[in-house]
Protein backbone atom coordinates (compact mmCIF):
# COMPACT_ATOMS: atom_id res chain seq x y z
CA UNK A 1 0.00 0.00 0.00
CA UNK A 2 1.33 3.65 -1.20
CA UNK A 3 1.36 5.95 1.76
CA UNK A 4 1.06 9.93 0.94
CA UNK A 5 1.09 12.54 3.43
CA UNK A 6 -0.34 15.27 2.09
CA UNK A 7 -0.33 18.68 3.84
CA UNK A 8 -3.20 21.64 3.32
CA UNK A 9 -5.97 18.56 2.63
CA UNK A 10 -8.41 20.55 4.13
CA UNK A 11 -8.04 23.47 1.97
CA UNK A 12 -9.52 24.04 -1.48
CA UNK A 13 -7.40 22.10 -3.64
CA UNK A 14 -6.24 19.67 -1.21
CA UNK A 15 -9.80 18.49 0.09
CA UNK A 16 -10.12 17.89 -4.08
CA UNK A 17 -7.06 16.12 -4.47
CA UNK A 18 -7.86 13.80 -1.65
CA UNK A 19 -11.20 12.97 -3.04
CA UNK A 20 -9.94 12.59 -6.39
CA UNK A 21 -7.11 10.45 -5.30
CA UNK A 22 -9.43 8.32 -2.91
CA UNK A 23 -11.91 7.39 -6.03
CA UNK A 24 -8.65 7.02 -8.16
CA UNK A 25 -6.93 4.17 -6.14
CA UNK A 26 -8.22 1.77 -4.00
CA UNK A 27 -4.68 0.94 -2.53
CA UNK A 28 -3.34 4.07 -0.71
CA UNK A 29 -3.81 5.42 2.75
CA UNK A 30 -3.84 9.40 2.55
CA UNK A 31 -2.89 11.25 5.84
CA UNK A 32 -4.12 14.24 5.58
CA UNK A 33 -2.04 17.58 8.30
CA UNK A 34 -3.92 20.51 8.43
CA UNK A 35 -3.53 23.05 11.18
CA UNK A 36 -7.13 24.25 9.98
CA UNK A 37 -6.42 27.75 9.68
CA UNK A 38 -9.37 30.39 8.86
CA UNK A 39 -9.81 28.39 4.97
CA UNK A 40 -8.77 25.17 6.22
CA UNK A 41 -12.49 22.80 6.84
CA UNK A 42 -12.76 19.26 7.63
CA UNK A 43 -16.70 19.79 5.92
CA UNK A 44 -14.73 19.53 2.45
CA UNK A 45 -13.85 15.87 3.27
CA UNK A 46 -17.00 14.87 4.79
CA UNK A 47 -17.55 12.20 2.10
CA UNK A 48 -14.30 10.54 2.42
CA UNK A 49 -13.93 11.26 6.68
CA UNK A 50 -14.93 7.05 7.55
CA UNK A 51 -12.76 5.62 4.61
CA UNK A 52 -9.66 3.16 6.91
CA UNK A 53 -7.78 4.84 3.71
CA UNK A 54 -8.06 8.45 5.29
CA UNK A 55 -6.39 9.97 8.37
CA UNK A 56 -6.64 13.44 9.59
CA UNK A 57 -3.78 14.94 11.57
CA UNK A 58 -4.45 18.17 13.37
CA UNK A 59 -1.06 20.22 12.85
CA UNK A 60 1.81 22.81 11.75
CA UNK A 61 3.83 21.89 8.87
CA UNK A 62 6.10 24.05 11.05
CA UNK A 63 5.87 21.29 13.93
CA UNK A 64 9.56 19.38 13.08
CA UNK A 65 8.81 17.15 16.09
CA UNK A 66 5.09 16.29 14.93
CA UNK A 67 6.98 16.06 11.48
CA UNK A 68 9.11 13.32 12.75
CA UNK A 69 7.06 11.31 14.23
CA UNK A 70 4.35 11.37 11.67
CA UNK A 71 7.68 9.73 8.95
CA UNK A 72 8.22 7.47 11.93
CA UNK A 73 4.80 6.35 12.69
CA UNK A 74 3.64 5.95 8.55
CA UNK A 75 6.49 5.47 6.78
CA UNK A 76 5.25 7.71 3.55
CA UNK A 77 6.62 7.16 0.36
CA UNK A 78 5.21 10.76 -0.92
CA UNK A 79 4.47 14.14 0.06
CA UNK A 80 2.64 16.50 -1.58
CA UNK A 81 3.01 19.58 0.14
CA UNK A 82 -0.19 21.82 -0.60
CA UNK A 83 -0.15 23.90 3.34
CA UNK A 84 -0.03 27.19 2.31
CA UNK A 85 -1.05 30.91 3.36
CA UNK A 86 -2.88 31.48 -0.35
CA UNK A 87 -4.48 34.58 -0.56
CA UNK A 88 -2.16 37.55 -2.09
CA UNK A 89 -4.14 40.48 -0.20
CA UNK A 90 -3.55 39.11 3.02
CA UNK A 91 -0.02 38.60 2.49
CA UNK A 92 -0.22 42.43 1.65
CA UNK A 93 -1.85 43.34 4.97
CA UNK A 94 0.07 40.21 7.01
CA UNK A 95 3.63 38.81 5.07
CA UNK A 96 5.07 37.45 7.97
CA UNK A 97 2.89 34.25 8.39
CA UNK A 98 3.49 33.63 4.46
CA UNK A 99 7.41 33.37 5.80
CA UNK A 100 6.31 31.00 8.41
CA UNK A 101 4.12 28.44 6.51
CA UNK A 102 5.14 29.12 3.36
CA UNK A 103 8.84 29.18 3.82
CA UNK A 104 9.55 27.64 7.01
CA UNK A 105 6.89 25.17 6.91
CA UNK A 106 8.11 23.59 3.86
CA UNK A 107 11.88 23.77 5.24
CA UNK A 108 10.70 21.68 7.77
CA UNK A 109 9.13 18.74 5.86
CA UNK A 110 11.90 19.27 3.42
CA UNK A 111 14.52 18.41 6.53
CA UNK A 112 11.81 15.57 8.02
CA UNK A 113 11.01 13.74 4.41
CA UNK A 114 15.10 13.35 4.14
CA UNK A 115 15.87 12.21 7.46
CA UNK A 116 13.27 9.07 6.99
CA UNK A 117 13.84 8.25 3.07
CA UNK A 118 18.27 8.64 2.82
CA UNK A 119 20.24 5.63 4.20
CA UNK A 120 23.78 5.95 3.36
CA UNK A 121 22.88 8.80 1.04
CA UNK A 122 20.23 6.70 -1.28
CA UNK A 123 16.86 7.54 -1.11
CA UNK A 124 14.59 4.73 -0.21
CA UNK A 125 12.78 3.42 -3.78
CA UNK A 126 9.85 4.52 -4.80
CA UNK A 127 10.14 8.20 -2.86
CA UNK A 128 8.90 11.67 -3.93
CA UNK A 129 8.36 14.79 -2.60
CA UNK A 130 5.81 17.11 -4.78
CA UNK A 131 5.96 20.72 -3.97
CA UNK A 132 2.46 22.70 -5.29
CA UNK A 133 3.64 25.86 -6.18
CA UNK A 134 2.14 28.81 -8.52
CA UNK A 135 2.34 30.60 -11.74
CA UNK A 136 3.25 33.56 -9.99
CA UNK A 137 6.43 32.93 -9.48
CA UNK A 138 7.29 34.23 -12.56
CA UNK A 139 5.78 37.37 -11.85
CA UNK A 140 3.62 38.91 -14.69
CA UNK A 141 3.62 38.99 -18.63
CA UNK A 142 3.32 41.78 -21.22
CA UNK A 143 0.39 41.20 -23.47
CA UNK A 144 1.88 38.25 -25.26
CA UNK A 145 3.91 35.48 -24.42
CA UNK A 146 3.67 32.44 -21.92
CA UNK A 147 5.55 31.56 -18.77
CA UNK A 148 7.87 28.59 -19.21
CA UNK A 149 9.39 26.34 -16.60
CA UNK A 150 13.01 28.23 -18.01
CA UNK A 151 10.93 31.56 -17.37
CA UNK A 152 13.33 33.16 -14.83
CA UNK A 153 11.46 33.45 -11.03
CA UNK A 154 10.72 37.54 -10.70
CA UNK A 155 7.85 37.47 -7.53
CA UNK A 156 5.83 40.67 -6.89
CA UNK A 157 4.08 40.06 -3.65
CA UNK A 158 5.15 38.70 -0.29
CA UNK A 159 2.89 35.60 -1.27
CA UNK A 160 4.70 34.89 -4.64
CA UNK A 161 7.52 35.64 -3.40
CA UNK A 162 7.32 33.22 -0.06
CA UNK A 163 6.36 30.79 -2.93
CA UNK A 164 9.59 31.56 -5.16
CA UNK A 165 11.33 30.79 -1.83
CA UNK A 166 10.38 27.97 -1.08
CA UNK A 167 10.50 26.87 -5.17
CA UNK A 168 14.30 27.02 -4.32
CA UNK A 169 14.14 25.38 -1.20
CA UNK A 170 13.23 22.43 -2.78
CA UNK A 171 14.95 22.29 -5.63
CA UNK A 172 18.36 23.06 -3.50
CA UNK A 173 17.50 19.18 -1.66
CA UNK A 174 17.42 17.75 -5.68
CA UNK A 175 20.96 19.47 -6.27
CA UNK A 176 22.19 18.97 -2.83
CA UNK A 177 20.83 15.27 -1.66
CA UNK A 178 19.13 13.94 -4.73
CA UNK A 179 15.92 13.87 -2.90
CA UNK A 180 13.50 12.94 -5.82
CA UNK A 181 11.52 15.89 -5.89
CA UNK A 182 8.57 18.03 -7.98
CA UNK A 183 7.63 21.43 -8.30
CA UNK A 184 4.48 22.22 -10.03
CA UNK A 185 3.12 25.61 -11.30
CA UNK A 186 -0.07 25.88 -11.57
CA UNK A 187 -2.46 28.77 -13.06
CA UNK A 188 -5.57 29.91 -11.00
CA UNK A 189 -8.11 27.25 -9.94
CA UNK A 190 -11.89 27.43 -9.55
CA UNK A 191 -14.25 24.93 -8.33
CA UNK A 192 -16.26 23.23 -5.24
CA UNK A 193 -14.71 24.30 -2.08
CA UNK A 194 -12.71 27.68 -2.84
CA UNK A 195 -12.60 30.09 -0.46
CA UNK A 196 -14.97 33.20 -0.83
CA UNK A 197 -12.06 35.35 -0.30
CA UNK A 198 -10.71 34.80 -4.22
CA UNK A 199 -12.12 36.23 -6.83
CA UNK A 200 -15.13 33.86 -8.60
CA UNK A 201 -16.45 32.60 -5.04
CA UNK A 202 -16.35 36.11 -3.59
CA UNK A 203 -18.31 37.48 -6.25
CA UNK A 204 -20.48 34.67 -6.09
CA UNK A 205 -21.26 35.44 -2.73
CA UNK A 206 -21.93 38.96 -2.94
CA UNK A 207 -24.28 38.79 -5.64
CA UNK A 208 -26.17 36.60 -3.72
CA UNK A 209 -25.83 38.91 -1.01
CA UNK A 210 -26.42 41.84 -3.41
CA UNK A 211 -23.27 43.26 -1.85
CA UNK A 212 -21.00 45.36 -4.15
CA UNK A 213 -18.83 43.51 -6.43
CA UNK A 214 -15.37 45.21 -6.07
CA UNK A 215 -13.39 44.93 -9.33
CA UNK A 216 -9.27 46.28 -8.40
CA UNK A 217 -8.10 48.84 -10.54
CA UNK A 218 -9.24 49.21 -14.41
CA UNK A 219 -10.63 45.10 -14.26
CA UNK A 220 -8.89 44.41 -17.55
CA UNK A 221 -6.35 42.13 -15.81
CA UNK A 222 -5.92 38.82 -17.11
CA UNK A 223 -5.84 35.04 -15.13
CA UNK A 224 -5.33 31.66 -16.87
CA UNK A 225 -8.54 29.48 -15.10
CA UNK A 226 -8.67 26.09 -14.66
CA UNK A 227 -11.22 23.67 -12.96
CA UNK A 228 -9.55 22.05 -10.08
CA UNK A 229 -9.90 18.49 -10.92
CA UNK A 230 -7.98 19.23 -14.44
CA UNK A 231 -4.83 20.29 -11.77
CA UNK A 232 -5.43 17.42 -9.42
CA UNK A 233 -5.00 15.37 -11.86
CA UNK A 234 -1.63 16.63 -12.84
CA UNK A 235 -0.67 16.37 -9.44
CA UNK A 236 -1.52 13.06 -10.04
CA UNK A 237 0.32 12.04 -13.51
CA UNK A 238 3.39 14.11 -12.05
CA UNK A 239 3.47 12.39 -8.16
CA UNK A 240 3.74 9.16 -10.26
CA UNK A 241 5.22 9.56 -13.31
CA UNK A 242 7.32 12.73 -13.07
CA UNK A 243 11.03 12.70 -13.70
CA UNK A 244 13.20 14.07 -10.61
CA UNK A 245 14.00 17.55 -10.35
CA UNK A 246 11.47 18.60 -12.95
CA UNK A 247 9.46 21.36 -12.65
CA UNK A 248 5.94 21.15 -14.80
CA UNK A 249 3.63 24.10 -15.76
CA UNK A 250 0.04 23.11 -15.15
CA UNK A 251 -2.53 25.51 -17.19
CA UNK A 252 -5.11 25.27 -19.68
CA UNK A 253 -5.07 28.63 -22.19
CA UNK A 254 -8.33 29.70 -20.23
CA UNK A 255 -6.89 33.52 -20.20
CA UNK A 256 -10.01 35.77 -18.91
CA UNK A 257 -9.75 39.37 -18.14
CA UNK A 258 -11.31 39.59 -14.48
CA UNK A 259 -14.21 42.23 -15.57
CA UNK A 260 -15.38 39.46 -18.04
CA UNK A 261 -15.08 36.84 -15.34
CA UNK A 262 -17.58 39.19 -12.93
CA UNK A 263 -19.95 40.02 -15.55
CA UNK A 264 -19.77 35.90 -16.32
CA UNK A 265 -21.13 35.41 -13.01
CA UNK A 266 -23.47 38.25 -13.07
CA UNK A 267 -25.24 36.79 -16.07
CA UNK A 268 -25.55 33.40 -14.80
CA UNK A 269 -26.36 34.19 -11.67
CA UNK A 270 -29.28 36.43 -12.71
CA UNK A 271 -30.22 34.24 -15.72
CA UNK A 272 -30.94 30.78 -13.01
CA UNK A 273 -31.61 32.52 -9.42
CA UNK A 274 -31.85 36.13 -9.10
CA UNK A 275 -33.05 38.89 -11.76
CA UNK A 276 -32.16 41.68 -9.62
CA UNK A 277 -28.48 40.56 -9.64
CA UNK A 278 -27.19 42.89 -12.36
CA UNK A 279 -23.90 44.80 -13.47
CA UNK A 280 -24.82 47.44 -11.51
CA UNK A 281 -23.59 45.64 -8.79
CA UNK A 282 -19.91 46.23 -10.11
CA UNK A 283 -18.10 48.89 -8.22
CA UNK A 284 -14.06 49.53 -8.78
CA UNK A 285 -12.01 50.11 -5.97
CA UNK A 286 -8.27 50.91 -5.61
CA UNK A 287 -6.09 48.49 -7.07
CA UNK A 288 -3.92 45.62 -5.47
CA UNK A 289 -0.28 47.16 -4.06
CA UNK A 290 1.95 45.54 -6.83
CA UNK A 291 -0.68 43.65 -9.02
CA UNK A 292 0.48 41.35 -11.68
CA UNK A 293 -1.08 42.48 -14.89
CA UNK A 294 -1.46 38.73 -16.60
CA UNK A 295 -0.70 35.57 -16.28
CA UNK A 296 -0.32 32.55 -18.92
CA UNK A 297 0.73 29.32 -18.50
CA UNK A 298 2.16 27.16 -21.05
CA UNK A 299 1.60 23.71 -20.35
CA UNK A 300 3.60 22.03 -23.18
CA UNK A 301 5.92 20.28 -21.37
CA UNK A 302 3.65 18.72 -18.78
CA UNK A 303 1.04 17.56 -21.67
CA UNK A 304 4.24 16.33 -23.90
CA UNK A 305 6.20 14.57 -21.24
CA UNK A 306 3.51 13.20 -19.24
CA UNK A 307 0.35 13.02 -20.89
CA UNK A 308 -1.99 14.98 -18.99
CA UNK A 309 -4.74 17.64 -20.84
CA UNK A 310 -7.46 19.58 -19.31
CA UNK A 311 -10.89 17.67 -19.74
CA UNK A 312 -12.90 20.52 -18.37
CA UNK A 313 -13.98 23.81 -20.42
CA UNK A 314 -14.27 27.12 -18.63
CA UNK A 315 -18.12 28.18 -20.03
CA UNK A 316 -18.78 24.07 -18.31
CA UNK A 317 -16.28 24.65 -15.41
CA UNK A 318 -18.28 28.22 -14.74
CA UNK A 319 -21.09 26.89 -14.41
CA UNK A 320 -20.84 23.47 -12.56
CA UNK A 321 -18.86 26.11 -9.74
CA UNK A 322 -21.65 28.59 -9.82
CA UNK A 323 -24.44 25.63 -9.34
CA UNK A 324 -22.34 24.15 -6.47
CA UNK A 325 -21.96 27.64 -4.77
CA UNK A 326 -25.93 27.82 -4.96
CA UNK A 327 -26.35 24.39 -3.64
CA UNK A 328 -24.08 25.03 -1.15
CA UNK A 329 -24.69 28.41 0.42
CA UNK A 330 -25.19 27.24 4.18
CA UNK A 331 -21.59 25.70 3.43
CA UNK A 332 -20.23 29.47 2.41
CA UNK A 333 -21.88 30.92 5.53
CA UNK A 334 -20.17 28.68 7.64
CA UNK A 335 -17.16 28.68 6.54
CA UNK A 336 -17.17 32.42 6.60
CA UNK A 337 -19.13 32.55 9.85
CA UNK A 338 -15.41 33.48 11.51
CA UNK A 339 -13.09 36.07 11.53
CA UNK A 340 -13.90 37.00 7.52
CA UNK A 341 -16.09 40.16 7.64
CA UNK A 342 -13.12 41.42 9.97
CA UNK A 343 -10.83 40.96 7.00
CA UNK A 344 -13.39 41.85 4.75
CA UNK A 345 -13.83 44.81 5.95
CA UNK A 346 -10.19 45.66 6.42
CA UNK A 347 -9.24 44.81 2.84
CA UNK A 348 -12.50 46.66 1.30
CA UNK A 349 -12.69 49.56 3.09
CA UNK A 350 -11.73 53.11 1.71
CA UNK A 351 -9.65 51.26 -0.78
P1 LIG B 1 -6.24 27.23 0.74
O1 LIG B 1 -5.87 28.52 1.35
O2 LIG B 1 -7.64 26.96 0.33
O3 LIG B 1 -5.81 26.03 1.70
C1 LIG B 1 -4.60 26.01 2.42
C2 LIG B 1 -4.69 24.91 3.46
O4 LIG B 1 -3.43 24.88 4.16
C3 LIG B 1 -5.79 25.11 4.49
O5 LIG B 1 -6.48 23.91 4.73
C4 LIG B 1 -5.00 25.53 5.75
O6 LIG B 1 -5.65 25.17 6.96
C5 LIG B 1 -3.71 24.77 5.54
N1 LIG B 1 -2.58 25.34 6.29
C6 LIG B 1 -2.24 26.66 6.40
N2 LIG B 1 -1.16 26.78 7.20
C7 LIG B 1 -0.80 25.52 7.58
C8 LIG B 1 0.25 25.00 8.37
N3 LIG B 1 1.14 25.79 8.98
N4 LIG B 1 0.32 23.65 8.54
C9 LIG B 1 -0.60 22.82 7.96
N5 LIG B 1 -1.62 23.28 7.21
C10 LIG B 1 -1.71 24.61 7.01
O7 LIG B 1 -5.24 27.08 -0.49
P2 LIG B 1 -5.47 26.45 -1.94
O8 LIG B 1 -6.04 27.48 -2.82
O9 LIG B 1 -6.10 25.13 -1.78
O10 LIG B 1 -3.94 26.28 -2.38
C11 LIG B 1 -3.24 25.08 -2.03
C12 LIG B 1 -1.82 25.18 -2.59
O11 LIG B 1 -1.88 25.35 -4.00
C13 LIG B 1 -1.04 26.37 -2.04
O12 LIG B 1 0.29 25.95 -1.81
C14 LIG B 1 -1.08 27.40 -3.18
O13 LIG B 1 0.08 28.19 -3.18
C15 LIG B 1 -1.13 26.49 -4.39
N6 LIG B 1 -1.82 27.04 -5.59
C16 LIG B 1 -3.08 27.55 -5.48
C17 LIG B 1 -3.73 27.99 -6.64
C18 LIG B 1 -5.14 28.56 -6.58
O14 LIG B 1 -5.61 29.08 -7.59
N7 LIG B 1 -5.84 28.47 -5.47
C19 LIG B 1 -3.09 27.91 -7.87
C20 LIG B 1 -1.79 27.40 -7.94
C21 LIG B 1 -1.17 26.94 -6.77
O1 LIG C 1 -2.14 32.11 -10.24
C1 LIG C 1 -2.24 31.22 -9.17
C2 LIG C 1 -2.67 31.96 -7.93
O2 LIG C 1 -4.05 32.29 -8.12
C3 LIG C 1 -2.48 31.16 -6.65
O3 LIG C 1 -1.11 30.95 -6.44
C4 LIG C 1 -3.07 31.90 -5.45
O4 LIG C 1 -3.01 31.08 -4.30
C5 LIG C 1 -4.53 32.21 -5.75
O5 LIG C 1 -5.06 32.97 -4.69
C6 LIG C 1 -4.65 32.98 -7.06
O6 LIG C 1 -4.06 34.30 -6.94
P1 LIG C 1 -4.75 35.60 -7.59
O7 LIG C 1 -4.24 36.79 -6.89
O8 LIG C 1 -4.66 35.58 -9.07
O9 LIG C 1 -6.29 35.29 -7.21
P2 LIG C 1 -7.47 36.21 -6.61
O10 LIG C 1 -8.71 35.38 -6.68
O11 LIG C 1 -7.11 36.82 -5.31
O12 LIG C 1 -7.57 37.36 -7.68
C7 LIG C 1 -7.80 37.08 -9.05
C8 LIG C 1 -7.81 38.42 -9.78
O13 LIG C 1 -8.98 39.14 -9.40
C9 LIG C 1 -6.64 39.32 -9.44
O14 LIG C 1 -6.26 40.04 -10.61
C10 LIG C 1 -7.20 40.29 -8.42
C11 LIG C 1 -8.66 40.41 -8.82
N1 LIG C 1 -9.62 40.64 -7.72
C12 LIG C 1 -9.60 39.79 -6.67
C13 LIG C 1 -10.48 39.96 -5.61
C14 LIG C 1 -10.46 39.02 -4.43
C15 LIG C 1 -10.52 41.69 -7.79
O15 LIG C 1 -10.54 42.44 -8.79
N2 LIG C 1 -11.39 41.88 -6.76
C16 LIG C 1 -11.39 41.06 -5.65
O16 LIG C 1 -12.20 41.30 -4.72
Redesign the pocket.
Known sequence: MEKILVTGGAGFIGSNFIIYMLKQYENILIVNLDALTYCGNLENLSEVEDDPRYHFVKGSVTDSVLLEQLFIEYEFDKVVNFA?E????RAILNPNIFIETNVLGTAALLAAARQSWEKDSVYLPGVKFVQI????VYGSLGATGFFLETTPLDPH?P??AS?ASADLLVKSYFDTYQMPINITR????YGPYQFP????P??INNCLNHRS?????D?L?V??WLYVTDHCKAIDMVLNEGIPGEVYNIGGHNERT?IV??KTIIEYISKVKDSEVTEQLITH?GD?KG??RR?GVDPTKIKDALGWFPETSFDDGITRTIDWYLENYDWVKRITSGEYEQYYEH??TNR
Open positions: ASHVDSTDESYSKCSNNEKLILMLPVYGGQRDNIVVRHDYNY
